[in-house]
């Protein structure tokens, strides 16, 4: 099948030989958006878990979640190395020494070949910039801006905590530093129409990113979004509207950005709607399908 997409585990295979696997670890960290620094609410769609396991309030620790998800990814995808992905709530948010710890214990496991953070725009700084740029020396470094829209109305609705220009500057911030910088992108947002979300593709396009996740907006329980879901204040994209919207997106990008994710993966204890974003492989197909029907390949409308 011919390729479309400039996908990550084929661009990690190219560099390491083998397999390279995520695997998500859960640091402890909170978020400014929720210990009252700028709210106590948090975006619309986050839940007091933050997209987390709360596996480190257990006692779980990160050289432990690492045994755990080495174990079991080896065994379903053969893989042989990993990155290891502080995934829930902000990961650069805590003192600098707290951060170097925990970045270190998973980098002391000899099959891990780099980091990836999950993080906000504002809460990056000089000194974390250096701690990074000079695990990069060694090991591949990813920073994740959750950014989600460019439209500073979307961003104010969803109570993001910052604007555009913020993603901006901590992108500027950061490249040159032989960090790799990943973009988050929700489509489906309220309010938000197809060129509104094109307009974010656009963009994302001209920044010099290196990767990008894009996410479904999925209703979850215990979040402002279920609330407005449920007095019929927000509707969810269909599989099919969410399919041609990542085409259209992936059509806008520069072909050399990686595809690190298409869609996003729901807890279905915690789900609301839609349903048919459980059925993750179902709409991986769609994309692909769409794509070659459409006959359109990432960065095929990118500006030149």
């Known amino acids: 099948m011919e390729k479309r997409y400039n996908d990550l585990n ?69 893989a042989k190395k990993f990155i290891a992905y502080f995934q829930s709530f902000t990961n650069t948010y805590a003192p600098l020494d707290q951060l170097e710890t925990l970045y270190q214990e998973a980098l002391d496991d000899p099959d891990v070949v780099g980091l990836s953070i999950g993080t906000r725009p504002d809460c990056i700084s000089e000194p974390i910039l250096n701690l990074l740029e000079g695990y990069a020396r060694d090991f591949m470094i990813w920073i994740e801006y959750g950014l989600q829209s460019a439209n500073n109305r979307t961003l104010a609705l969803i109570n993001r905590g910052h604007d555009f220009a913020c993603f901006k500057n901590a ?108 059925k993750k492989m179902d709409t991986l197909a769609l994309i692909r399908k769409k794509l070659e029907t459409r006959n359109t390949w990432q960065g095929r409308l990118a500006a030149v």
């Open 171 to 278: 992108v500027t911030a950061t490249r040159n530093r032989g960090i790799n910088i990943c973009a988050h992108v929700i489509l489906g947002l309220p309010d938000e129409t197809r060129e509104d979300m094109l307009e974010t593709a656009g963009a994302i396009a001209g920044m010099e990113i290196d990767g990008i996740k894009l996410h479904l907006l999925y209703v979850v329980k215990g979040t402002e979004l279920e609330k407005l879901y449920l007095k019929g204040r927000y509707r969810c994209l269909e599989q099919q509207e969410y399919a041609d919207r990542v085409c259209d997106f992936l059509e806008r990008l520069p072909a050399g950005i990686i595809i690190q994710r298409l869609t996003g993966d729901p807890h279905p204890e915690a789900l609301v709607a839609p349903s048919w974003s459980l």
């Open 10 to 78: 084929s661009y990690l295979k190219d560099i390491f030989g083998c397999r390279v696997q995520k695997i998500s670890i859960d640091a402890g960290l909170t978020c400014p958006n929720r210990d009252g620094t700028l709210s106590t609410r948090g975006c619309i769609y986050c839940n007091c878990s933050g997209s987390g396991t709360g596996a480190f309030a257990t006692g779980i620790t990160v050289k432990q979640q690492l045994a755990q998800g080495k174990k079991f990814l080896a065994k379903r995808y053969k």
